[in-house]
């Protein structure tokens, strides 16, 4: 899992599950309530409730970019990471 500040920090680490608490909990513990959060599609991102402003990029209808909510910096982050090995 992967979470990347605009023009910030990055935090990546190996989950063991994509369940909706452990994906909610990693954002809890990493991202400032009140904060702009750019997701993709996947049932576990949903139900921030009021702690976010949440964006939904929903790539399997080929949607990358919805005004300034798109997930292309994270995915730069692995695109780099991927060419290192």
């Known amino acids: 899992m992967g ?4 023009d910030g920090r990055v935090v990546a680490k190996v ?3 994509t369940d909706k608490e452990t994906l909610q909990g ?6 400032a ?7 993709d599609e996947h049932t576990s991102y949903v139900g921030f409730g009021e702690l976010y402003d949440h964006k939904s990029i929903c790539h399997s209808a080929k949607q990358f ?3 300034k909510a798109h997930t292309n910096g ?5 695109a780099v990471l991927q060419r290192g090995f």
């Open 65 to 67: 970019v919805d005004g």
């Open 74 to 78: 994270i995915e730069s982050v692995w």
């Open 26 to 31: 990693e954002v809890l513990r990493n991202v």
């Open 3 to 6: 979470i990347r500040e605009r």
């Open 15 to 17: 989950v063991d599950r």
């Open 33 to 39: 309530a009140g904060s702009t959060v750019c997701t």
